[in-house]
């Protein structure tokens, strides 16, 4: 937790949407969370669903910010928990939404998907962020390459990993994303995923799971896969940073 917050301090981000986070709820409440991080807002939620309940406790999602927040709300996408924050930034409203797709199918993913997009106002200022464990087409390729090749270390992550990668190989959610009007801020800007060094075939990280989509009235400043070597302690996936303008 120390090194968790002492890099959210030093990334000093606006708003900062943190998934996959283990049994913060039960652990902490909002206000110790804030205290911890340096915050005044802060909301959280457990997913609540079956593939994010551990034996020890449930995975989720916790967003904080000291920007004006007009409303925090839990919203159930398929079978599980994300969060809308509405903030005021100077005279505008921005929406972000702090999600983490199922990893368990295309089809789940796409339900989450139409779910989301059915509550975005999309003449709205609006971001859309987090780990949607799915692949964009126009990466499958160099994914593929990576995941499928012969010579992978037994034990490695990507070996543990590759089912589910396999699994996202249709590539059809960012599409949707797509077609809905909203911009992928991270294309052709670096994968994500995984941050820990795979022996033998992997000299960077092997597929771009964690995506940030904007609406058009979003202008984006700046997009980084920050891959300081703190950050490979601190989780599997690779933080993104986005610089934004309204």
């Not at 590539?171 to 941050?195: C, H, M, S, Y």
């Amino acid at each position: 937790m120390e090194m968790i917050i002492e890099a959210v301090r030093q990334v000093n981000a606006d708003v900062v949407s943190l998934v996959d986070v283990f049994r913060w709820s039960e652990v902490y409440s909002s206000q110790e969370l804030g205290d911890k991080f340096g915050f005044e807002n802060v909301y959280m939620t457990d997913f609540e669903d079956k593939g994010s309940k551990h034996k020890n406790g449930q995975l989720g999602l916790v967003v904080m910010t000291n920007l004006t927040v007009n409303r925090f709300e839990k919203f159930r996408a398929y079978d599980r928990n994300f969060i809308k924050t509405s903030v005021t930034v100077g005279d505008k409203k921005l929406d972000v939404f702090s999600i983490h797709l199922n990893h368990a199918s295309e089809e789940k993913r796409a339900k989450e998907t139409q779910k989301i997009l059915d509550l975005v106002k999309i003449n709205s200022p609006t971001i859309i962020t987090g780990d949607f464990n799915t692949i964009d087409k126009d990466d499958l390729v160099d994914t593929r390459k990576m995941t499928d090749h012969p010579i992978i270390k037994v034990g490695s992550i990507i070996k543990k990993s590759r089912p589910i990668i396999v699994g996202m190989y249709p590539a059809t959610i960012t599409q949707k994303f797509v077609e809905a009007r909203l911009t992928d801020f991270g294309k052709d800007r670096g994968n994500t995923f995984p941050t820990f060094r795979v022996p033998l075939v992997l000299k960077r990280p092997a597929a771009r799971l964690d995506y940030a989509f904007g609406s058009k009235e979003v202008k984006l400043l700046s997009f980084k896969v920050l891959r300081d070597k703190k950050f490979e302690k601190l989780s599997d996936h690779y933080p993104i940073l986005v610089e934004i303008n309204l």
